[in-house]
């Protein structure tokens, strides 16, 4: 090898060698432009151009295009989504309004394109810090004390990064810009990436609302490129204690807000125990504050004051306070300052007892007395009854009742509850019985004072007297009247007793029914025991439920079972006001019945029965007693006669008729029909019908028709399933009403009686009176009335001659002949 050959490889060697390191350096600089544009906003930033695939959002402007993508052809044209068709023009900025999508040179799927979007702010955050810039709490939209808030960041996420920067503005209560103010030495108000933050010092700003904004430090300043949130800032001299109501009824709950506070802050709500009611004992104190809303505990400290912790949301906190336990005077209510989680809630109230600690607010609350009244009773009271006792009680949680006869009031009943409505009812309560000694006063008849007290009255005199909860215990008439009471007159009465047993006509069938139902009242009874006693001395007995509501009782279908057929006797008995079944209970009365001796006659068993209750000496039993016959199935016909003609016995009836048949019987309606048949001489139905419908005098009523019926002899048969009865009746053309038609037989009539009377009575001397009288008269007379009356009436069945009647002729006749022997005398 050559020296010339040499250094011609040296040099070429130098020559690569030197191409190598420009490379290098040319695609350094490459790599650092590509990375400085990553990182570097467009907005007039001619290092950070739009290439394609880059997103541009809607209302962006001052951006540079890249040369080889779209400076020679920024027109571009939509190829997706809802921008499809639509143009895009890079050489201004884009519209607001500009349709979100993939723009592309020419619209092709495979040319440079851009995204349009909508810029967003998606987050706004503000931190409270700690002295080492540990997040405590987010307080955005909340609050914060000025002590707390030298130590703030403002984090926000956006989408436009690479658009341009984010600009945080902080705002007092009268809307002044005051973000210089309030940066962080060596912060800035600008964001160049999503998630990083601004720090801020409130601490020494006055207490009030700061609104702080994030949006684009730039164009991007508009729509959802905007999100502003507040933060309250707080100062221990503005918190403030607020009342629902400046005034309660004694036993309402009322609603007190701990007003400009910071949030998670604890404060204590306190009354003094000078306000409590007399004698309130350490339970009831505890329920002065109500755990409900923001309260995180309440309590009482015994001896200074009951006591609530709440807990501040955003700048408020709510509680409430029972007023039931409180005096009826002006109550002072008062908040101390606030204290952390961290704090000890037991040194707080040590400091309040001690004085070290200030109430840094106060309210009053008028407390007065609420009313009560009494709905029922009424009025009057039935001893051992079960009645509901209700009315209502404004601003009472519970109430008591009590008795008074001439002394002081005496406990009944205690701890009813009050509803919502202010409304209290006890059911069922039996106001002779109680658990309590004071339900004794009702016990006997006579007048009493019936009395509803506030239970908290109650409680405190009986705290007083030193009588533990549950007791009996009395109220003097004073103190019943100091509290929140009424009263009113009760008359107390004893009960009665009732009782009707359901038999038809005084029987009751073996055979078909065999059982009896009874129903009554029996008022101040539970229960009543229902006997029966045959002739022979079979007993049966059972006991009904007496209905609390209305003191009646309805005992149906009881079986006789083996009682003899004869008289019955049937008894309801009841234990009266002393509830003693003579010298027993009601189990011993109903077994009574089934141990007794069977040689006794239904007569001794019944006088023993007496002796037993009724007749017991010092007894209050009460009893009623009817008999009835037990014996068979009956059922007979009575009557016959043609409807609209009521008669008794057996009656004929026209054949354009309908035959009423009446009878009685022993069966039980509804449960029993009796049908009745009209029968011809061959015992053939002609007709027929039923019923099942009567009362309990068993008096039945069937109508049968005579349509298929011809004049002549039937019999009427009924039939109760156990039974028949016959009667025969005639069906006849028609009935003889005794000459209720007026218009039938006046000429014969006329004619027979005046030629009688006329000529026996009056032929010697009355003839010439009775000649023109009776010829002038009858003449007139029967010739006008027989004639008109006639000829309208009985036209088609007058059987007289034409002209005058027969009567009238006869007479005219008999005149004639008078006068003709007169002249011969």
Do not use: C
């Not at 809802?82 to 723009?103: F, K, M, V």
């Not at 799927?109 to 987010?138: F, G, H, K, M, P």
């Not at 015992?683 to 009567?694: A, F, H, P, R």
Request: proline letters at 1%; glycine letters at 8%; hydrophobic letters at 30%.
């Amino acid at each position: 090898m050559t020296t010339d050959n040499i250094t011609y490889r040296e040099k070429g060697r130098a020559v690569l060698l030197t191409a190598m390191m420009v490379l290098s350096v040319v695609a350094m600089s490459a790599a650092f432009v590509g990375g400085a544009a990553a990182v570097n906003e467009r907005y007039d930033n001619p290092d950070s151009p739009v290439v394609s695939e880059d997103t541009l959002f809607q209302g962006e402007d001052d951006f540079v295009l890249e040369g080889d993508d779209f400076e020679n052809r920024p027109s571009l044209e939509g190829v997706s989504g809802n921008a499809e068709g639509e143009l895009l023009d890079l050489q201004t900025s884009i519209p607001e309004s500009q349709t979100p999508g993939r723009y592309s040179k020419g619209g092709g799927s495979d040319a440079d394109y851009v995204y349009v979007q909508t810029a967003r702010v998606t987050d706004l955050t503000v931190n409270n810090l700690d002295e080492n810039e540990e997040i405590i709490s987010d307080v955005d939209g909340s609050s914060i004390s000025t002590d707390d808030a030298g130590e703030m960041e403002v984090v926000v996420d956006y989408n436009f990064d690479k658009a341009e920067l984010l600009e945080v503005v902080v705002e007092d209560e009268d809307g002044s810009d005051i973000t210089n103010q309030v940066l962080q030495d060596g912060e800035s108000d600008t964001i160049d990436d999503s998630g990083e933050s601004v720090l801020i010092d409130l601490s020494d700003e006055d207490a009030g609302e700061y609104t702080i904004t994030a949006q684009g430090s730039e164009n991007l300043d508009f729509g959802d490129a905007v999100k502003t949130t507040t933060v309250e800032l707080t100062t221990d001299d503005d918190v403030g204690l607020e009342l629902s109501d400046d005034s309660a009824t004694r036993g309402d709950n009322v609603q007190y807000t701990v007003t400009g506070g910071t949030d998670g802050a604890y404060h204590l709500v306190v009354i003094e125990e000078s306000e409590f009611r007399d004698n309130l004992d350490k339970e009831n104190a505890k329920g002065i504050f109500r755990y409900v809303d923001d309260t995180n505990a309440v309590g009482y400290e015994e001896g200074e004051f009951a006591w609530a912790e709440v807990e501040m949301d955003g700048t408020t906190a709510v509680g409430s306070i029972e007023t039931q336990y409180l005096d009826d005077s002006s109550i002072d209510i008062d908040v101390y300052e606030s204290y952390t989680a961290g704090d000890s809630r037991t040194d707080q109230i040590a400091d309040i007892v001690s004085g070290d600690a200030e109430s840094v607010d106060d309210v009053s609350l008028d407390v007065e007395t609420g009313d009560i009244t009494i709905e029922s009773p009424d009025g009057t009271y039935v001893v051992g009854s079960e009645i509901d006792v209700n009315g209502t009680a404004t601003g009472s949680d519970e109430v008591a009742i009590f008795a008074r006869d001439n002394s002081d009031w005496e406990l009944v009943a205690e701890n009813i509850n009050v509803d919502s409505d202010d409304t209290f009812e006890e059911e069922d309560i039996t106001l002779s019985d109680t658990e309590y000694e004071g339900s004794d006063v009702f016990s006997l008849p006579g007048t009493y004072r019936f009395g509803v007290i506030d239970q908290s009255d109650a409680d405190e005199v009986r705290n007083e007297a030193g009588i533990d909860e549950g007791n009996f215990y009395t109220i003097g008439t004073s103190d019943f009247n100091q509290g929140t009471s009424t009263s009113s007159s009760l008359r107390v009465v004893e009960g009665d007793l009732t009782a009707e047993f359901v038999t038809i006509n005084g029987e009751i069938a073996e055979d078909v029914d065999g059982d009896i139902d009874v129903n009554g009242a029996a008022r101040g009874e539970d229960e009543v025991v229902i006997a029966f006693v045959d002739d022979r001395g079979r007993t049966y007995a059972t006991t009904a439920t007496v209905d609390s509501d209305d003191y009646t009782f309805d005992e149906e279908d009881i079986s006789l079972g083996d009682l003899s057929q004869g008289t019955v006797s049937a008894h309801v008995l009841s234990d009266g006001r002393d509830e003693t079944w003579g010298n027993g209970d009601i189990e011993d009365m109903v077994n009574w019945f089934d141990t007794r001796s069977s040689s006794l006659s239904g007569e001794q068993i019944r006088s023993q029965l007496a002796d037993k209750t009724v007749d017991e000496s010092a007894s209050d039993d009460r009893m009623v007693t009817e008999t009835f016959r037990y014996t068979d199935a009956s059922t007979t016909i009575e009557s016959i006669y043609p409807k609209g003609h009521e008669a008794d016995g057996i009656n004929p009836v026209s054949d354009d008729g309908t035959i009423i048949v009446e009878g009685s019987t022993n069966l039980q309606p509804n449960d029993n029909t009796i049908t009745v048949e009209a029968l011809d001489e061959n015992d053939e139905s002609k007709e027929i019908n039923s019923t099942d419908v009567w009362d309990t005098d068993g008096q039945w009523t069937v109508e049968v028709s005579t349509d298929n019926l011809d004049v002549g002899s039937y019999t009427i048969e009924s039939d109760d399933g156990e039974t028949t009865d016959r009667a025969d009746i005639e069906i006849v053309d028609e009935i003889d009403t005794g000459g209720e038609d007026p218009g039938e037989g006046d000429s014969d009539d006329n004619s027979d009686d005046n030629s009688d009377d006329n000529s026996d009575d009056n032929s010697d001397e009355n003839s010439d009176e009775n000649s023109d009288e009776n010829s002038d008269d009858n003449s007139d007379e029967n010739s006008d009335e027989n004639s008109d009356e006639n000829s309208d009436e009985n036209s088609d069945e007058d059987d007289s001659t034409p002209g005058f009647g027969v009567g009238v002729a006869l007479v005219a006749l008999l005149g004639a002949a008078l006068v003709a022997l007169r002249r011969d005398n």
